[in-house]
């Protein structure tokens, strides 16, 4: 029986992490790497994506690894900003589903969808 982290081959499922607090926007690979390690507690080797916002809000960063390299994925809006999910509490990171993430990218104001109550298994 795989595990619910993995998809059908085994592999784990590619997970979105979104940093609530802003980025500056000119940290590159590295800093953000770091950035993943300090704010969101997470691997940066790991394969997952890592999402940093702007202190405005119209700048997006994605850093994901790939085997043997970072990749940088970067959206600036000319107008407008991008509205993410509310924060629960203090939190500093959100994990997001790649439906949020490109609901975001589309203009989509997350923070006021409301997700209806599904089931889930229980791990363990």
Known sequence: MR???EDGAGRPRWRLWLALEPTDMRCGFDR???RVRAVI???PLSGHGFIFRSRRGDRLKLLTW???GFILWYKRLEVGVFKLPRPEGAARVVELRASELAMILDGIDVSRLKRVQRYERSVG
């Open 41 to 43: 507690g997470q691997d």
């Open 3 to 5: 595990a619910l982290d």
């Open 66 to 68: 790939d085997h043997d």
């Open 32 to 34: 953000l790497a770091e």
